[in-house]
């Protein structure tokens, strides 16, 4: 499985971006996603993911009430739409995709990665 993440930018502090995330491969129904995030100097941290179905999602508390993730598996890809920014959002977003069983909020726990976007959130 390979996966293309896109949509990254610089935005001003409340604004929004929409992270689009493309898997390539048969199975992306079977399994589920998640994004990620690393700021300079610090871990990379988990921010959201979503079932297989699309119907159950999980969120970072940093982000809970203003990011959304979503995923549309006929066309193989996941969203995350990004509101109310913050300066603290900054950081490269990476999403992944886990086989294993949910939830998964581990950066070990993923199989597959993108190659990450870059969000830059100014004050």
């Known amino acids: 499985v390979q996966l293309q993440a896109s949509g990254g930018g610089l935005v001003q502090a409340g604004g929004s971006l929409r992270l689009t995330c493309a898997a390539s491969g048969r199975t992306f129904s079977s399994y589920f996603m998640g994004w990620f995030r690393q700021a300079p100097g610090k871990e990379r941290e988990f921010v959201a993911a979503?079932?297989?179905?699309?119907?159950?999602?999980l969120y970072a508390d940093s982000v809970k009430g203003r990011f959304t993730i979503s995923r549309d598996n006929a066309k193989n890809t996941v969203y995350l739409q990004m509101n109310s920014l913050k300066p603290e959002d900054t950081a490269v977003y990476y999403c992944?995709?886990?086989?294993?069983?949910?939830?998964?909020?581990?950066?070990?726990?993923?199989?597959?990665w993108g190659q990450g976007t870059q969000v830059t959130v100014s004050s």
């Open positions: 979503v079932l297989a179905s699309g119907g159950t999602t």
């Open positions: 992944a995709g886990s086989v294993g069983v949910w939830p998964q909020t581990r950066r070990r726990d993923y199989d597959f």
